[in-house]
């Protein structure tokens, strides 16, 4: 992997601090230099509203990753966090892809690396690895699937029965992935910070203050087995529960007859959420749960990056050819 950064000159870091003529102007510069570098701005539903706002196409990983492999732009502004942009330039390696903050990291990714997942599958010969979208370029290099939540059930599914599975890094996500699918894998004990950070109680406490609500889980959320566990003794209406993905709790609140909706993810999927469904109430299940990574991104940082066409994300070609292998089949199973 390379990474070619620039020092960029010292901007407002809080979004909320820029007045509005000043974040104007700021849009004003963006959309001129898209124009000007024929780019495209991919963001994550995780971004600042204003970063998802002035965005091309906004979606969770799987679809910012078809998106990536199909546009016709020169330049990507991938407004998400490093692997994201890893995925994107192993996708379209002619085109140049900008990380407006090379801090934009995960910590669901920091759990596991090339190395570490070289031991487990040494210990465990002839097993299908499974990484979830969240890993290294190096992690998805040693991988034969990779998978996003939208499309994790698909792919298990797809693997032969008599085929052991290594699932990672996502302990949470595989957890239920067992549950759903009905099969026995060996799973990394790895977690991302903020959903590990959403409690039961968390959970019982706003359904609690909120009767008529449905709730909309992320499968990777550490409460989401103990959801389930809470269902089954009949604790809590299984009708009120949704484990879905972070697309399908975009597009879920549509077709649902409720008003209210608790959201059990990170809390920047819920711009997305009340604006396609402005007469409903979304509520955040904690308020904890915000991704500082996803948060390092302004639209600040983002012109810079457009006018000094820094913080460019590139690939080593030989362990980008054996990742995309397991990118190609994420992005066709969906």
């Given at each position: 992997?390379?990474?070619?950064?620039?020092?960029?000159?010292?901007?407002?870091?809080?979004?909320?601090?820029?007045?509005?003529?000043?974040?104007?102007?700021?849009?004003?510069?963006?959309?001129?230099?898209?124009?000007?570098?024929?780019?495209?701005?991919?963001?994550?539903?995780?971004?600042?509203?204003?970063?998802?706002?002035?965005?091309?196409?906004?979606?969770?990983s799987l679809g910012l990753s078809?998106?990536?492999?199909?546009?016709?732009?020169?330049?990507?502004?991938?407004?998400?966090?490093?692997?994201?942009?890893?995925?994107?330039?192993?996708?379209?390696?002619?085109?140049?892809?900008?990380?407006?903050?090379?801090?934009?990291?995960?910590?669901?990714?920091?759990?596991?690396?090339?190395?570490?997942?070289?031991?487990?599958?040494?210990?465990?010969?002839?097993?299908?690895?499974?990484?979830?979208?969240?890993?290294?370029?190096?992690?998805?290099?040693?991988?034969?699937?990779?998978?996003?939540?939208?499309?994790?059930?698909?792919?298990?599914?797809?693997?032969?029965?008599?085929?052991?599975?290594?699932?990672?890094?996502?302990?949470?996500?595989?957890?239920?992935?067992?549950?759903?699918?009905?099969?026995?894998?060996?799973?990394?004990?790895?977690?991302?910070?903020?959903?590990?950070?959403?409690?039961?109680?968390?959970?019982?406490?706003?359904?609690?203050?909120?009767?008529?609500?449905?709730?909309?889980?992320?499968?990777?959320?550490?409460?989401?087995?103990?959801?389930?566990?809470?269902?089954?003794?009949?604790?809590?209406?299984?009708?009120?529960?949704?484990?879905?993905?972070?697309?399908?709790?975009?597009?879920?609140?549509?077709?649902?007859?409720?008003?209210?909706?608790?959201?059990?993810?990170?809390?920047?999927?819920?711009?997305?959420?009340?604006?396609?469904?402005?007469?409903?109430?979304?509520?955040?299940?904690?308020e904890r749960a915000i991704c500082?990574?996803?948060?390092?991104?302004?639209?600040?940082?983002?012109?810079?990056?457009?006018?000094?066409?820094?913080?460019?994300?590139?690939?080593?070609?030989?362990?980008?050819?054996?990742?995309?292998?397991?990118?190609?089949?994420?992005?066709?199973?969906?």
């Amino acid at each position: 992997m390379k990474i070619i950064a620039n020092i960029s000159p010292d901007l407002p870091k809080d979004p909320s601090s820029a007045d509005p003529a000043f974040q104007k102007e700021l849009i004003e510069k963006i959309n001129k230099l898209k124009v000007e570098r024929n780019a495209i701005i991919l963001a994550h539903n995780y971004q600042y509203p204003e970063v998802q706002d002035i965005a091309d196409y906004v979606g969770d990983s799987l679809g910012l990753s078809q998106m990536a492999a199909k546009t016709d732009a020169d330049v990507i502004a991938f407004c998400g966090v490093h692997f994201m942009a890893e995925t994107a330039a192993i996708l379209s390696p002619e085109k140049t892809v900008l990380l407006p903050d090379l801090a934009a990291g995960c910590s669901l990714a920091d759990t596991i690396t090339a190395e570490q997942l070289r031991k487990w599958k040494a210990e465990n010969p002839g097993s299908v690895v499974v990484s979830y979208v969240n890993t290294t370029a190096e992690v998805k290099a040693e991988s034969d699937y990779c998978c996003t939540s939208g499309n994790a059930k698909q792919i298990i599914d797809a693997i032969p029965e008599d085929q052991d599975i290594l699932f990672c890094p996502d302990m949470f996500l595989g957890a239920w992935l067992e549950s759903i699918t009905g099969r026995k894998m060996k799973i990394w004990m790895g977690e991302c910070h903020v959903h590990a950070g959403i409690r039961t109680k968390d959970v019982s406490d706003r359904l609690a203050e909120h009767p008529n609500s449905e709730l909309l889980i992320h499968p990777e959320c550490g409460c989401a087995s103990s959801t389930l566990f809470a269902v089954s003794r009949g604790d809590i209406d299984p009708d009120k529960v949704n484990i879905l993905s972070t697309a399908g709790m975009i597009t879920y609140p549509k077709t649902s007859k409720s008003d209210t909706f608790i959201v059990a993810t990170e809390s920047g999927v819920m711009h997305p959420m009340r604006r396609e469904n402005p007469e409903k109430e979304f509520v955040a299940v904690s308020e904890r749960a915000i991704c500082k990574y996803m948060k390092t991104i302004t639209l600040e940082k983002l012109y810079v990056s457009l006018r000094d066409m820094n913080h460019v994300i590139s690939v080593e070609p030989e362990t980008a050819s054996r990742a995309k292998l397991a990118i190609d089949r994420m992005v066709s199973i969906t």
